[in-house]
């Protein structure tokens, strides 16, 4: 069965710190995907980035970095110099995409960016 | 402009009855979603489509009922059976197998 645990439920930080969102999997499976997506207080929810099981090279897009460590099954999300619109849910997800066509999303974490 | 539209934004529902939750897209998208998210959880799986007339029952199907007559929209009915419907709804679509989901503004359902 594929699994994502955030185990930070909440996170405060205070503007321009560095934040880091932990997101550990599990799956049995060799090829699947992983996500991140962004719930701002007004409910959509964004996409960030999608990587692929075999892509291990971690991603950089603004103050954004991705973490992505196969040998410990965990996918990290990053926020450099965070800013007060960087407050909102963030929620990691993982999908193999040829058992079914679902996501398996983890809880969610709420990040606060105080100003 | 190409998007996931959902309406209503809010929606409420009387003891008994059943409502109808919208969901629209212009993507082009093969594929529809409909997830149920509650206070501090992550998003679970109503009932999925991934193709014109015929849709797969998700993990919390039971109390809902779906239609996909066409390409475009995934209406989503949250039906008496439904003891406890209050929820944020969110809907999403994706185009090719593999390709990312990607999701509406939502619609919060409230039992009066």
């Known amino acids: 069965a594929q699994k994502v645990t955030q185990a930070q439920t909440e996170i405060s930080v205070v503007e321009k710190e560095d934040v880091t969102l932990d997101c550990v999997y599990e799956?049995?499976?060799?090829?699947?995907?992983l996500f991140w997506y962004k719930q701002p207080p007004s409910g959509e929810l964004v996409f960030l980035i999608r990587?692929?099981?075999?892509?291990?090279q971690n991603e950089i897009s603004g103050r954004y970095s991705w973490n992505f460590q196969k040998s410990t099954s965990s996918f990290n999300f990053t926020i450099t110099a965070s800013q007060v619109v960087d407050s909102a849910v963030y929620f990691c997800?993982?999908?193999?995409?040829?058992?079914?066509?679902?996501?398996?999303f983890g809880k969610g974490t709420r990040l606060h960016i105080l100003p | 402009d190409g998007g996931i539209t959902q309406s209503p934004k809010y929606l409420f529902r009387k003891e008994g009855q059943n409502v109808t939750l919208s969901c629209e897209q212009n993507?082009?998208?093969?594929?529809m979603y409909w997830y149920r998210q509650d206070p501090g959880q992550g998003l679970r799986l109503i009932y999925y489509?991934?193709?014109?007339?015929?849709?797969q029952k998700g993990d919390i199907a039971e109390g809902y009922s779906v239609s996909r007559e066409k390409k475009e929209s995934f209406p989503l009915t949250v039906t008496s059976a439904q003891k406890n419907p209050t929820a944020f709804y969110l809907c999403?679509?994706?185009?090719?197998?593999?390709?990312?989901?990607?999701f509406g503004p939502g619609t919060r359902l409230l039992v009066l």
């Open positions: 489509s991934q193709i014109v007339n015929d849709f």
């Open positions: 990587r692929n099981s075999f892509d291990e």
């Open positions: 993507l082009n998208h093969d594929a």
């Open positions: 997800a993982l999908s193999v995409y040829y058992r079914d066509d679902k996501i398996i």
């Open positions: 999403a679509s994706r185009g090719q197998p593999q390709e990312t989901q990607y």
């Open positions: 799956t049995r499976d060799t090829t699947y995907y």
